[in-house]
């Protein structure tokens, strides 16, 4: 099995299974010298953490990281750094009932047909605990960002039916709940769509916005690598993303071209309808994406499935899942997209930007 690696200056390859001993990263390509602030980094994995807000799942990790290499006195030597999470609260027993039979909307049937063993635990390999890792990766990537003052946040603008406008956006009402949303009353809204249907058994989608502030002009390619292209795949690797749009995304195909054209004066562009690229490379304005999250497949219910026998039956799926994905993925689509700038920026000094 390949492809547990991502990047091509900087690389990250996550390793380990959601109830094995650790999942963990190992980093490579970094440049010498930053000190590793580790306060950073576990405030970072603690947004990600299951139990660390009101609407996840019940489950109770401390996601507490471990440096085993690549720091040395508190700097990043520029040698593999690698950083495992223990996991401490695994309940297998919790999950016996998925070993053969297939959940309706996860990742088991593709799975076990294409590589016929799989680690059910916990969703084994597919399990959103993967993640924890590329936030680890992301939370280094943005010490990096930081100092060439890039900045890259994420927000839920939108679970279920329930929707921040434009208007109704106001970016710095996103670290004051634990949505994430840009909005206090619509996250209060969202809080109780999402705790009603936690207690019905089912779950909920909903979408992310991500802005990445303060790139030169310059960075991405115009034919494979267009920047827009690398974001993509970053994000769209995530489990349970279905979607992703930037700038004016699908409502483009709605447009006219003097609608959509962004014009330009002297002093830059007068409207951000690309959302920070052109011709895949960036702009020097900030890129604007989306990117939307399916409920979780985990529910509750009973559903109809097969087991591997291809046998009819039905599951009723026990664990502790979250349900809705949106809250603790924000932190995961700023990371993967902090992964892709960092690798860009490697074209050019930080220093020079
Ligand atoms: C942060 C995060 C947390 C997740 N938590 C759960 C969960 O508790 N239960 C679940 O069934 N799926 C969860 N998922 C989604 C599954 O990992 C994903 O749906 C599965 O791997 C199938 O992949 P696909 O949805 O991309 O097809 C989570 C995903 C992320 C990114």
Redesign the pocket.
């Known amino acids: 099995m390949g492809h547990n690696s991502f990047g091509d200056k900087v690389t990250i390859t996550t390793f380990g299974e959601s109830h094995g001993a650790a999942v963990g990263l190992i980093m490579d390509g970094l440049q010498p010298g930053l000190p590793l602030d580790l306060d950073f980094i576990q405030k970072e994995m603690d947004r ?1 953490r ?1 139990g660390g807000n009101s609407l ?2 019940p ?1 109770k990790e401390d996601d507490k990281i471990e440096i085993l290499s690549g720091v040395y006195e508190g700097i990043i030597t520029g040698t593999p750094l690698t950083i495992i999470v223990e996991n401490t609260n695994q309940k297998s027993k919790d999950y016996s009932n998925i070993s053969e039979v297939f ?1 309706p ?3 088991d049937f ?1 799975y076990t047909h294409k590589y016929g063993i799989r680690d059910p635990r916990g ?1 084994g390999r ?6 924890l890792a590329r936030v680890a990766a992301g939370a280094i990537s943005k010490l990096y960002l930081n100092r060439a003052n890039i900045i890259c946040e994420a927000a839920t603008i939108q679970i279920g039916n329930i929707k921040v406008s434009q208007s109704e956006c106001n970016w710095d009402e996103r670290t004051s709940n634990e949505l994430y949303c840009p909005n206090n009353a619509k996250a209060e809204e969202m809080r109780n769509l999402i705790n009603d249907l936690r207690e019905k058994g089912d ?1 909920i989608g909903g979408i992310i916005e991500c802005r990445i502030k303060g790139l030169p002009v310059g960075l991405g390619d115009p034919v494979f690598d267009k920047v827009e292209a690398l974001l993509a795949h970053a994000i ?1 690797s ?5 979607g992703f749009e930037i700038g004016e995304g699908f409502n483009a195909a709605t447009l006219t071209g003097s609608q959509n054209n962004d014009e330009i004066n002297s002093e830059g562009f007068i409207t951000n309808h690309a959302g920070g690229t052109l011709g895949g490379i960036t702009s020097g304005q900030d890129i604007i994406f989306r990117v939307a ?2 409920p ?4 509750s219910l009973s559903q109809k499935t097969i087991d591997k026998n291809n046998n009819n039956t039905e599951i009723t ?1 026990k ?4 349900p809705c ?1 949106c809250p ?2 924000v932190v ?1 689509v700023e990371a993967m997209s902090s992964i892709v700038i960092l690798n860009l920026m490697k074209e050019i000094s930080l220093e020079d930007k």
Not at 296 to 299: A, D, E, F, Q, V
Not at 319 to 322: E, K, L, S
């Open positions: 990600r299951p996840g799942t489950r959940r909307g996860h990742a593709t969703g597919s399990s959103g605990r993967e993640t779950s769209m995530i489990g349970a993303t279905k999250f399916k979780t497949p985990s529910i799926i664990g502790r899942h979250d994905i603790r993925a995961v």
